[in-house]
Each structure stands twice: as structure tokens, then as C-alpha cells.
């Protein structure tokens, strides 16, 4: 079993997504060592694809192959930023809602569905339009209203492991309750936090995109979603410059996916350890 196990590592899911995500790491982390150019420096106008500039040159001169290299440092940081905060007020969340019973599991439970029943993308653009421009009210933005889908997926695990004879036990012995969900339960739903987690910094990647589209993410810090926004506003849609509009879009594509594909293995090792097809993307 635990060679089985570990074989999971090897699926090529699992190594496909792990090879875009170092990739994408690269870029945001070593992106002047990468890039051929600064995203300040200016060259001539709507340069077409060549050898000196591959994605050629946008309206302002900019290349637009070093913008998407350095974009990725400031999309990711919004995805993985805002997805820890969600993961971090979603686990407390879900742990207390599945635990607790009576009427504060069932007011916890209520809060969690409120929230679910808002739709994600327009409430984060209002919030996103009252909160001003600023990676961080963007990630605020998409916090506050992410962390509810984790809640539910935190809330049933805890509800199956607090089953568990040993949980049961530990409450006879009269063990606080804060000891027991943190000490022993939290470690027992890590494999849902984990899928939950890695899928999500995905989905707040598209949301950060999508509000950056609008035109209301940080204009300070070149993302994909706003080279996308500025190639809408400035030309490039009308002048049919692919390569100003379809990478930004492409390397969003790969991000997620790679997301994705590393989910499936925390989904996988969840089933290895209890047997069962439950899916926690929902």
C-alpha cells in the first residue's frame, strides 16, 4: 500500500502540472534573469514577431514577452495570497461548523450558505470597484468571498472524522474541545484543505484576471489579465495583434490547469486513505 501510494507521485498528471508550475515559478521569482528586456523599456511601436522581440512590441513599445514574464510574479502572488487567507478563514470555518452541534453548528452552517449563494465574479468586481485600484484590495476582494466552498468541503470531513472512536474517546476524557479540533482533527482533514487550496489559488488566478479585464486590478503592476484589458482598450482586438492578447490568455490557461492536475493527486491520495470518490472541487 505504501508503495502504491507513492506511485501517485509519478502519474503524468501529476508531472505535467508539477513542469508548468516550476516554469511559472521561474518566472516570478528569477523573472530579470529570464526576461530579454525591463517591462520599462520602450522600443518602437507595434514591432512585429522577430528575433530581437518574439511576442513583438505593444502600442507604448513595450515588450510583450517581458511584460508576460514579469506578469506572472504579481497574477500568482494574487492567487496564492488570496487563496491562503480563503483556506485560513475556511478551515476555521469548517472545522467549527462540522464540530460543533446544536445551534451554533447550525448558525455556522447558515453563515456558510449565505455566502455560498452569492455569486463570486460580480460581488468581487463591486468590491474590487468600492475598494479602489491596489493588488491588495484585490486580493481582499476575492478573500472575502472564496473561503466559503472550502467551509463546506472542511465542514463535512469534520463531521465524518469526529465520528472516528478515538475523536469519541478523547471527548469522554473530558479533552477541551479547541485540543481536539485543532490537535486531532485538523491533521485528519488535511488532504481536503490541500485539494481545496491548490484548486483555489487557480479560481482566484481567473477571478484576479477577470477584474483586471474590467479594468479594476492595480494599473502599477502589469498582469496577465491587464495585458489583456490593454490590448482590448488600445488596439490590439481591432488591429488583429494576436500576439498581444492570446499568450497572456494561454499562460492563464496552463496556470489552472496546472492547478488542476495537481489536485488530482490530493484527491487520489484522499481515496487511498478512505476508500471513497468524494470530489472536494465543488
Excluded at 501529476?14 to 516570478?28: D, K
Excluded at 456558510?112 to 484590495?137: C, R, S
Excluded at 490541500?194 to 479560481?203: C, E, F, N
Amino acid at each position: 500500500m505504501k508503495h502504491k501510494k507513492y506511485l501517485v507521485w509519478m502519474t503524468p498528471s501529476v508531472i505535467i502540472g508539477a513542469v508548468i508550475m516550476l516554469i511559472f515559478a521561474l518566472f516570478s521569482f528569477f523573472p530579470q534573469w529570464i526576461a530579454p528586456y525591463s517591462p520599462k523599456d520602450m522600443f518602437e511601436p507595434w514591432a512585429p514577431m522577430s528575433a530581437s522581440h518574439w511576442l513583438g512590441t505593444n502600442d507604448m513599445g513595450y515588450d510583450i514577452l517581458s511584460e508576460l514574464i514579469y506578469a506572472a510574479s504579481t497574477t500568482m502572488l494574487v492567487g496564492i495570497t488570496a487563496s491562503f487567507i480563503s483556506l485560513a478563514v475556511g478551515v476555521l470555518v469548517g472545522i467549527a461548523a462540522g464540530y460543533f452541534q446544536g445551534w451554533l453548528g447550525e448558525v455556522i452552517n447558515g453563515l456558510i450558505h449565505i455566502f455560498l449563494l452569492i455569486p463570486m465574479l460580480p460581488m468581487t468586481i463591486i468590491l474590487a470597484a468600492y475598494l479602489g485600484a491596489g493588488v491588495q484590495n484585490v486580493i481582499l476582494s476575492i478573500s472575502l468571498l472564496g473561503w466559503c466552498s472550502t467551509a463546506r468541503a472542511v465542514r463535512a470531513k469534520t463531521k465524518q472524522v469526529k465520528c472516528a472512536p478515538f475523536i469519541e474517546s478523547l471527548q469522554t476524557l473530558g479533552v477541551p474541545k479547541w485540543r481536539i479540533m485543532l490537535k486531532h482533527i485538523l491533521p485528519n482533514v488535511s488532504d481536503v484543505i490541500w485539494a481545496k487550496y491548490i484548486l483555489s489559488v487557480g479560481q482566484c488566478m481567473l477571478t484576479e484576471a477577470s477584474v483586471s479585464f474590467m479594468g479594476l486590478g492595480d494599473t502599477t503592476h502589469v498582469t496577465w489579465g491587464g495585458m489583456i484589458n490593454f490590448a482590448f482598450k488600445r488596439g490590439g482586438f481591432s488591429r488583429g495583434i494576436f500576439n498581444w492578447y492570446l499568450p497572456p490568455g494561454i499562460c492563464i490557461l496552463l496556470c489552472v490547469m496546472a492547478f488542476y492536475l495537481l489536485n488530482r493527486f490530493f484527491e487520489h491520495r484522499a481515496d487511498l486513505v478512505d476508500r471513497s470518490a468524494q470530489s472536494y472541487m465543488d
